[in-house]
Every structure is written in structure tokens, then in C-alpha cells.
């Protein structure tokens, strides 16, 4: 069973950083494609970022977080990081970690974070 906890959310002033962590159990990060989702009050869940698999790596970003938002994967934690720079107050929200895996999607309980002053 795959299973996916997020952990790094928290309130910050703009312009502030925040780093997401995605601890997966039951699949190895490197084989799958692994992203983040987020979801703003009132506003419909959007993709935020993903990592395919190995060797390609391929990165992907929705123009709205372009330099200034970071993906990568720790192999030895098993982990996928969100590194979050130059926050902004719509970057506000509930973030996602999913995963692909075969043919089903996993996703994450969310973390909470909060830009503003």
C-alpha cells in the first residue's frame, strides 16, 4: 500500500520560504511520477509541480510558481521535496503530494500554508 504524509506547511509573511516534505512508503520515489497539488478556499484543486520517473526526471511547473518554486527527490529519505521561494499571498492553500503508481493515483492528507502578514 502506498502511502504518501506531507509535513512543512505553516504560516509566512511574503516574500518568506517554505520547504514541503513527501515521505512515501510502498513505492520508490525514483520509479514514479511524483507531484504536488494545492487547493486554495473556493477554488478548484490545480497541479503545482511533478518529477517523472528515472532516467528522464523530467520537471514540470504550472507558469504561476516558475523560479520560485523547486521539486526534487531525496533517494535516500524517499522523500520529494517542494522548496518554496518568494511566497506570495495567493500561493495560499492546502498542498498535495501524489503519486502515480501503475495505474492508480495516491495522494497525501495535505499540509496547510498560509502567506500572509
Known amino acids: 500500500q502506498v502511502q504518501l504524509v506531507e509535513s512543512g506547511g505553516g504560516l509566512v509573511q511574503p516574500g518568506g520560504s517554505l520547504r514541503l516534505s513527501c515521505v512515501v512508503s510502498?513505492?520508490?520515489?525514483?520509479?514514479?511520477?511524483i507531484g504536488w497539488f494545492r487547493q486554495a478556499p473556493g477554488k478548484e484543486r490545480e497541479g503545482v509541480s511533478r518529477?517523472?520517473?528515472?532516467?528522464?526526471?523530467?520537471?514540470w511547473y504550472a507558469d504561476s510558481v516558475k523560479g520560485r518554486f523547486t521539486i526534487s527527490r531525496d533517494h535516500i529519505e524517499n522523500t520529494v521535496i517542494l522548496q518554496m521561494n518568494s511566497l506570495k499571498p495567493e500561493d495560499t492553500g492546502v498542498y498535495y503530494c501524489?503519486?502515480?503508481?501503475?495505474?492508480?493515483?495516491?495522494w497525501g492528507q495535505g499540509t496547510q500554508v498560509t502567506v500572509s502578514s
Open positions: 518529477i517523472s520517473t528515472t532516467p528522464d526526471s523530467a520537471i
Open positions: 510502498g513505492a520508490t520515489v525514483e520509479y514514479y511520477t
Open positions: 501524489v503519486a502515480d503508481v501503475v495505474d492508480k493515483r495516491y
